[in-house]
């Protein structure tokens, strides 16, 4: 019988990076060292990295070709140039800060929109963007419904927003304490699933009905309008880039980290449409980052992004990524193993917590499933659940988070097929041995985004 094609990679190799394949004893002792926390590892140590999706990309020939022109003039620069067009092209609003990464723009933007007594609202805030609205001393809701949340539940725009959760919201704290909405495409703290337009449409019509400010926070947009287009009716025909551009026509605002969707390993952007505020982040950003024509990245880094930013929306490398990393989701899933249905953009999420029913949250089965993966295949991922987000009560008893996930990060044009086909296999002896796995315990931790330095030893 004939077999389905093979979705190959639409690219090919032109420079190598060898990757050291150590042995699983080795792998053991290296993650002891580490304290039982992969973050902590050297990276010659792993063999396949899918801790982020963020600043990993491989970048194309064009490019490097584009860096090697770079301006790099403090002021002025042809390459700020270049960057600013394409970005207002994109965006459709006037003003254009350039930042050093994602965070920045956050800090800027919700520095001077936050403050006590402020509120900010949103599909889900990532860890960045709460804790740049906090640190302010506002408050940061999300706002996801029960549905979305349902792992099992198959729905095309499990990102959207709950716009009846947000208009309770408003009324209840009143419109003139609302800083903003944000609208996370995809939404990465919700298994990478996307957001319909419709719902950006409900969400502008929210803020209009209020007089609020809408932002995006769309640093995989790309990705996102490959959603709308394969989902959502009346969108099939229209090209990924028009997309992008009908939902942030409906914006007041766009932050982006560049080390997603914007192909380049570091940048980011704060893109406004009103004077004022562009104005006020303006002196910010000449204060902490750096003069409006750089803000913070070198004059190559902004060729990069500006190349970046057109080849995303190339149509065969979106179905591309979009199909490979739902090919690993199939995989796995076809196996056995407990994830977040349907499969995110930029990552696979594994519910640990049923793949290891027998360790208890308190001994972290995402972290259990974390080092697995790493002795038995030197893969590298992130924990997404209680050594991330928990919490301790008054009596130091852990609150745990709301789910116990691990988070399979895909970098952009990276890793091919092959590398893909096996992950899939090492999760073989993951099932294989997931009675016999055990939990960890915390050793250390700071009192700030644990997950990253924390130790920790075996139960
Ligand atoms: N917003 C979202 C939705 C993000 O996913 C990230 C970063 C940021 C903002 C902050 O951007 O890293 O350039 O400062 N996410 C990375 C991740 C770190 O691994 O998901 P940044």
Redesign the pocket.
Known sequence: MKRPRTLAEPFKIKMVEPLRIATPDYRSKALEKAHYNPFLLHSDDVYIDL?????TSAMSDHQWAAMMIGDESYAGSHSWEHLEKIVKELTGMPYVLPTH??????RILYGILGGKNKVFISNTH????RANIEFTGAQAFDCISDESLNHEIELPFKGNMDVKQAREIILKYGAEKISAVIL?V????AGGQPVSMENAMEVRALCNEFGILFVI?G??IAENSYFIKHREKSYREKACIDIAREMLDLADGF??????DGLAN???LLVLRDKTLAGKCTNLLIISEGFTTYGGLTGRDMEAIAVGLEEIFDEDYLHYRIKSTEYLGRHLHEKGVPLIRPYGG??IYINAKELYPHIPVEQFPGQALVCNLYVQGGIRC?EVGSVMFGKYDENSKLIPAKSELV?L?IPRRVYTQSHIEYVIDVFDDILEQRTSAKGVKIVYEPPFLRHFTAKFSEV
Do not use: Y
Not at 51 to 55: A, I, K, P
Not at 186 to 189: A, K, L, Y
């Open positions: 801790l982020t999706d963020s600043g990464q994602g965070r920045a723009a956050e990532f860890d960045t963007t996370t995809t939404n990465n703290s926070d640093c995989r932050v982006m980290s560049a080390k997603k570091i940048g980011g930029h990552a992130v988070r990060a």
